[in-house]
């Protein structure tokens, strides 16, 4: 298939794609014979084109014989011809061996199939009409030259280390500054430390140069992912079928995605509809999905809407595996499973498993280096955007290009809510890069349109790794909203079922402008951040897909149901009218509802690269859905009408004055340094006991120590009762720690303070007096309550009623007779 990485030369061949000429990369290649571009077939069949070869004589093939005149990469694409679409696939063989060298398979006939090859080597593009009734499609195949290892001259990148760390972040101001200095940060972390990526020496300075402490969780993770890749290849030569829905026993290609999607469609018509999002990435291929419910064409019903997708990052495999499983549980289980067959018949469910093709297909492709060199393909992170690049760095394409992998936005920073704030980077190649402004990438622009016409009650996002459930808000300082305790409910629910731990988002590290945050604060679904595994981005198929999805060690959730039993929790909630608001009148049969709302949310002030910040930017959204009557009275499952944005922040109101400041006092001596913590248990111990009802209400308690020099290093950690830590902080660089807690459960507890360092051992820097102090819990707010503009029209699209309509979560709103008497009726319900 030949040498994995390299960037574009000037040296560039084509098959024109059509009779008047093609300009390709800003070189206008001569036109090729009609009979050249022209790819034609009478019949169809519903087939995987890229399976294998097939006799020219096969219904609905035709193919071209070709060969490379490159070492380097071919682009082969179809487009539709004459105003047809139709539904044609693309397939690209090496003649010698039969196997396949690149494939795409979307829903419509405009497919690119993308992969390396060998000067000489003889090809095989062939074309498949699946499905329509466009007999001709235009076919057109690019080669590039490439030069070695992805630089401009070809000189060859230096051998690098790849690791991961875990540095130790036990107080906000920790994760913080870890996030500032632009490393790959992973999702796999706690109240106390986050695993960090470190690609090479440069990393490892910038890490040491902060001052925060880590320790090596894998010294090489280049031998890592080659040792996963063979796991994963004996694994699937060894089993026939795996536990999942589907059976699968490897990670799909895209191709293989895009095919079963429409083959679930394909052979249950009337439960599954796969459809085309409306953006097309940014090289030009199609996003995909499916939707599963009765009457599944009917998407104007009423029912809720339950949205699960994966890979907005692209080297996160097992999240678009455990979307299509639970495409795949859906279709199995209505026919199977009666408790699921009465789930989905209540609800409609969208499943998109990859939102970033582009990113994903490269990822996917690549040889599995794994050591997060520029040319580290495989573990690409972001989209294919060039156009924030620096100049020298926006010329070739996406799979070979002189920036790599790191040229690209992160779709999951770059939603509109918050963005711009901490939790995402300003710089086009930190792999956090937020984009150029909101909602400026194709990939978050679809999921965007597509929350936005349709009621989507709830939303998971699947990614990995951490074996987190993450609820909004994404940023500390938002404080919780007042559906606090729906959504952690929900949360803690579905962590009971694959042991994840569930936490807000914040409770990793502040991010900004991701889905869930969005979609929530935005339309209010419930929507909530999966992140599977925690032993790498896309470790072994058996574990990371098979295990996670079916409850089955070594996952956490064995025995317990894993995500397969979580899915279906959230598919329950989504089913459930006290988790949303329903609406309920009667219209005339082919009456149409909609429901509408226009706003303006500001984003985070700006950050800019050199720390200071621009005013926020204000993003207009738009939500539109439609209910279609089929005659008399009907219930619409429906968002609640005021967003969560505005509707106010959760707390409590205090029960009683906080506790006074109690004293703690230092033990006499100074125990010896111990860096070793709790491996090694000296240390001082400090009883305290905390107080409740009906005596006092803490809010909130701050354990406080301080010294003489910042030289000095003290370790504080505070245990429960039981043993249990539930707070700590050990920052270094300081004269003093800060241990927090929120809403503490009354009982007795104990501050240990560790010696972690002493400039002068002989003369040491004891710790002075230290102090615990309380604070009231912060009462709830509330802000002013919203209202839906309802609208009907008749059957020739005439308004005939308007009415506003407020409805709380879990709240049933009868809206009357809104298309013959909507203002009575308004006016009914304001008495």
Not at 591 to 601: D, E
Not at 626 to 642: E, K, L
Not at 720 to 738: C, I, Y
Request: a neutral charge; proline letters at 7%; glycine letters at 10%.
């Amino acid at each position: 298939m030949g040498p994995r990485r390299r960037s574009p030369v000037a040296l560039r061949t084509a098959i024109a794609l059509g009779a008047s000429g093609l300009v390709i990369f800003g070189v206008t290649v001569p036109s090729a014979t009609a009979a050249d571009n022209v790819m034609r077939a009478d019949g169809s069949a519903g087939r995987a084109c890229y399976e294998s070869v097939q006799s020219r004589r096969a219904a609905g093939i035709d193919q071209r014989e070709m060969t490379s005149t490159v070492d380097g990469l071919i682009q082969a694409r179809l487009a539709p011809r004459d105003g047809a679409e139709g539904d044609w696939d693309l397939a690209v063989f090496d003649k010698a061996t039969g196997k396949v060298v690149a494939a795409s398979a979307a829903l419509r006939s405009r497919e690119l199939a993308e992969s390396f090859v060998k000067k000489d080597q003889q090809l095989i593009v062939q074309a498949c009409r699946y499905s329509g009734s466009a007999r001709t499609v235009t076919v057109g195949v690019d080669f590039l030259a490439l030069t070695p290892q992805g630089t401009p001259t070809g000189v060859a990148e230096q051998a690098q280390r790849a690791e991961v760390v875990r540095v130790e972040t036990p107080e906000r101001t920790d994760k913080s500054k870890l996030l500032a200095l632009g490393l790959d940060v992973t999702e796999k972390g706690d109240e106390t430390g986050i695993e960090v990526v470190l690609a090479d020496d440069a990393d490892r300075k910038t890490l040491r140069d902060s001052g925060l402490r880590s320790t090596v969780i894998n010294p090489d993770l280049s031998k890592t992912s080659r040792e996963d890749a063979a796991r994963d290849r004996e694994y699937a030569a060894t089993t026939q079928a795996s536990g999942l829905p589907s059976g699968r026993t490897s990670y799909r290609h895209l191709y293989e995605y895009e095919f079963e999607l429409k083959e679930l469609a394909r052979k249950n018509p009337k439960l599954v509809k796969a459809f085309t999002l409306p953006n097309p990435s940014v090289e030009g291929r199609d996003v995909l999905g499916v939707e599963i419910a009765t009457d599944v064409a009917n998407i104007a019903d009423g029912k809720p809407v339950n949205f699960t997708m994966g890979v907005h990052h692209a080297r996160e495999w097992p999240a678009s595996e455990h979307a299509i499983e639970w495409a795949y549980e859906l279709v199995n289980g209505y026919q199977k499973d009666p408790a699921i067959k009465s789930l989905v018949g209540k609800t409609r469910n969208i499943v998109v498993p990859i939102v970033n093709p582009d990113g994903f297909s490269i990822s996917r492709e690549a040889e599995p280096k794994g050591d997060f060199s520029r040319f580290d393909y495989e573990m690409k992170r972001k989209n294919c955007q060039a156009a924030d690049s620096p100049p020298q760095f926006r010329t070739g394409v996406c799979k070979a290009n002189p920036a790599g992998r790191e040229r690209g936005t992160d779709p999951n920073r770059n939603y509109a809510t918050f963005w711009g704030g901490n939790g995402a980077s300003p710089n086009w190649n930190s792999d956090t890069f937020r984009g150029a402004g909101p909602f400026s990438e194709p990939e978050t622009r679809n999921i965007r349109e597509l929350v936005s016409k349709r009621q989507v009650t709830n939303l998971i996002t699947l990614h990995t790794y951490g074996n987190l459930i993450l609820r909004p808000p994404g940023v500390a300082d938002t404080r919780a909203p007042l559906d606090e305790p729906v959504l952690k409910a929900l949360g803690d629910k579905m962590a009971s079922r694959n042991g994840y731990r569930s936490i807000p988002s914040w409770g990793l590290y502040d991010t900004t402008g991701t889905t869930e945050d969005w979609s929530f604060w935005s339309t209010g679904g419930l929507g909530y951040t999966f992140e599977i595994n925690t032993a790498g981005f896309h470790p072994p198929f058996q574990n990371a897909v098979v295990a996670e999805y079916t409850g089955t060690a070594p996952a956490a959730g064995a025995g317990k149901g894993g995500n397969r039993a979580a899915f279906l929790d959230m598919l329950g909630s989504a089913a459930d009218p006290a988790q949303h608001a329903t609406l309920i009148g009667s219209a005339p049969r082919g009456y149409q509802l909609k429901l509408h709302k226009t706003f303006q949310t500001p984003t985070s002030p700006v950050l800019q690269p050199d720390g200071s910040t621009k005013p926020p930017i204000y993003v207009t959204d738009t939500l539109d859905s439609t209910y279609s009557s089929t005659g008399g009275r009907f219930a619409w499952s429906v968002n609640p009408s005021t967003r969560p944005y505005v509707a106010g922040r959760y707390g409590r109101e205090p029960q009683g004055p906080p506790q006074a400041t109690l004293p703690l006092a230092n033990p006499a001596g100074v125990p010896a340094e111990n860096t070793q913590y709790p491996g090694n248990p000296v240390a001082e111990s400090m009883p305290f006991t905390i107080k409740g009802l009906p005596e006092v209400d803490n809010g909130r308690f701050d354990v406080v120590v301080e010294w003489a020099s910042t030289d000095t290093d003290w370790d504080l950690y505070v245990y429960n009762a039981a043993g249990e830590l539930v707070t700590s902080s050990a920052a270094g660089g300081t004269k003093s720690e800060r241990a927090t807690l929120f809403d503490p459960p009354p009982g007795n507890y104990t501050a240990v303070m560790v010696n972690y360092d002493q400039v002068d051992p002989a003369n040491p820097d004891d710790w002075g007096n230290g102090r615990i102090e309380f604070a009231p819990p912060i009462p709830p707010t509330y802000g002013t309550k919203e209202a839906y503009t309802l609208t009907c029209t008749n059957r020739i699209g005439r308004l005939v009623g308007i009415a506003d309509v407020f409805a709380d979560r879990g709240q049933t709103v009868d809206v009357g007779e809104v298309c013959t008497n909507s203002a009575r009726a308004t006016k009914d319900r304001r008495r």
